[in-house]
């Protein structure tokens, strides 16, 4: 079946650094990838997201592209704020069914 | 537009008892998804209803049903609560085609005493 996998975090920064979250999926056909946002008692908030190989999502800073190659959706920011501090989960959408699978979410906590 | 809207946010039940949680999607949307979010398990797929039937289903077990209504809003119920119940409930909504961004909820928190 379909599989995500992100890095384990908790991942801890500072002001301004750059930020790398790694993705990898497993899935027998084309999958649609998406990066949620989830912020302190919050529900999910789409990030960006890509429906085909090649493509890069953006928002806010943020981007990943969709690499078929490598079966992976990682996600970069150039300059991370305390203000990005949140869960990132990576997710893919796949066939006939109309769930989302989801990566364990990755803690990211940018100090000042 | 408003957001999808979850109802009630917080909630505190005792085993055995039974919980029914509220989702009104996004107006126009006609597709009402729910996952469980747990510290362990993450977040994993319940079921998901369109036009008042649902469409796919995830691997929990019976008591764990749902149903949606003519205006889209759906309902989850859980029977014989559980300690392991203990979660936050999110829904999703989308308009009702395949691959569809999913928009989510704020979430109902669960836990069960």
């Known amino acids: 079946g379909n599989s995500v996998t992100q890095m384990e975090g908790p991942v801890t920064l500072s002001e301004e650094a750059f930020l790398t979250i790694n993705c990898t999926y497993t899935?027998?056909?084309?999958?649609?990838l998406f990066w949620y946002v989830q912020y302190p008692g919050e529900g999910l908030q789409l990030l960006l997201k890509a429906t085909k190989a090649d493509d890069k999502g953006s928002n806010k800073g943020f981007e990943a592209t969709y690499r078929k190659e490598t079966t992976s959706f990682h996600l970069e920011k150039g300059s991370v704020q305390v203000s990005d501090s949140a869960v990132y989960f990576c997710a893919l959408h796949e066939g006939s069914n109309y769930k989302l699978t989801f990566g364990k979410g990755t803690l990211l906590t940018v100090n000042p | 537009k408003a957001g999808v809207t979850q109802t009630p946010r917080y909630l505190i039940k005792t085993r055995g008892q039974q919980v029914t949680l509220s989702c009104s999607p996004i107006s126009g949307h006609r597709s009402v998804s729910w996952y469980q979010q747990t510290p362990g398990q993450g977040l994993q797929f319940l079921f998901e209803y369109f036009s008042e039937t649902q469409r796919n289903k995830g691997n929990f077990p019976g008591r764990f049903s749902g149903r949606q209504f003519s205006n889209s809003r759906s309902e989850m119920n859980v029977s014989t609560l559980e300690l392991g119940d203990s979660a936050l409930y999110l829904c999703a909504s989308t308009a009702g085609g395949l691959g569809e961004t999913q928009y989510f909820g704020p979430g109902t928190r669960l836990l069960v005493l």
């Open positions: 899935a027998t056909g084309y999958p649609s």
